[in-house]
């Protein structure tokens, strides 16, 4: 009886940009779902926020993407860019520490998006819920352009 009424949790946007369905991103990995559930930005902001309050689990050492687990037990992945792991972290300024506590809206990495759009790789960043299979609902809450850290983009519900 008590688990009629499941909290809804929320996702704000990670980057600035305009929301793109998953099935539209240029790679099988996040087009697919393989990687997990959720939506894409195609970003116009310098600047990746935490889209909850969470901790920082992963950031990875070409700071390229950053995951964190929330405490409801959501892991949440947010991937910069196409193959951008192939810069080598070349492009991109870590803000914060691996492993901390963030509030939603704590920045996370900074990028030249001179440099890497130069270099030909394209800044659609997914924003991914990586443990779906946890999640009972999941919808999507803002279309069009949004502002980082500001526009909730995705509510869901967990099992």
Known sequence: MFGLFKKDYELFAPVSGAIMDLSL?????????????????????????APADGNLTVLFKTNHAFAMTLKN????????????????????????????????GTPIIKINRKLIEDKGFSLITPLLITNSDSVKEMTVTKQGLVEAGKDKVINYKVK
């Open 73 to 104: 037990g959501a892991e949440i992945l947010i991937h910069i860019g196409i193959d951008t792991v192939e810069l080598n972290g070349e492009g991109f300024e870590r803000l914060a520490t691996e492993g901390t506590d963030v509030k939603a």
């Open 25 to 49: 991103v240029p790679d099988a990995v996040f087009s697919e779902k393989m990687a997990g559930d959720g939506i894409a930005i195609n970003s116009t902001g310098d600047t990746f926020v």
